[in-house]
């Protein structure tokens, strides 16, 4: 991958692997990357994961290498959110062949629902926890991206994603958008 300097808008420590810095490049077009050294006796550093958040980027690592210890942040605005992979509510074409996942970002009482392709984001509810609920307040999609898809069976993950969440939490759900906005 050839990046020019011109293209990066960011780059910061984010954990260690092996001993060795794992740093995160977030360039402009808001595209991340996690790079660092696979091996304690690698002198190349190499790229350890891509995503279209840097939370996701973070959960690959951590998923590929028992190893990663994320850094934790000292401003709270700047620390990651915690994710949860519930790809399980995919059919296995969906997560082999079509390369999606569903995963969960929880930010203190902020929630993001996310549907993902080869780990960069096609569709999102954002919602928040109000008391024992959690209120659904919009939808983000990249209809370039989901044309190809069956909707309706995503929508079926998706909608049994929250059901799972809501209920491992003890929330009522609460929509505040049309579902077809």
């Known amino acids: 991958m050839d990046i020019k300097e ?20 977030t360039l402009k077009g808001g595209f991340h990357i996690g790079m660092g050294k696979k091996g304690k006796n690698n002198q190349k550093t190499e790229i350890l994961a891509v995503g279209s958040h840097p939370a996701l980027v973070c959960h690959q690592i951590s998923k590929k290498h028992n190893n990663f210890e ?16 519930y790809s399980h509510n995919l059919s296995s074409a969906e997560k082999n062949i079509r390369g999606l996942d569903i995963f969960v970002m929880q930010k203190n009482d ?60 003890n929330l009522k759900i609460k929509t505040n958008f049309n579902k077809y906005e």
């Open 110 to 169: 902020k929630i993001e629902f996310q549907i993902t392709k080869h780990n960069f984001e096609i569709f999102k509810i954002e919602a928040f926890e109000n008391g024992n609920e959690i209120v659904l307040e919009k939808t983000h999609k990249d209809l370039g991206k989901i044309s190809n898809l069956n909707i309706d069976q995503l929508s079926k993950s998706l909608n049994k994603t929250i059901k799972e969440y809501a209920k491992q939490k």
């Open 70 to 85: 994320q850094i934790m942040e000292k401003n709270e605005s700047e620390s990651i959110p915690n994710v949860m992979d």
């Open 6 to 25: 011109d293209e990066v808008k960011e780059i910061k420590k984010i954990g260690t692997l092996n001993g060795s810095e794992v740093k995160l490049v």
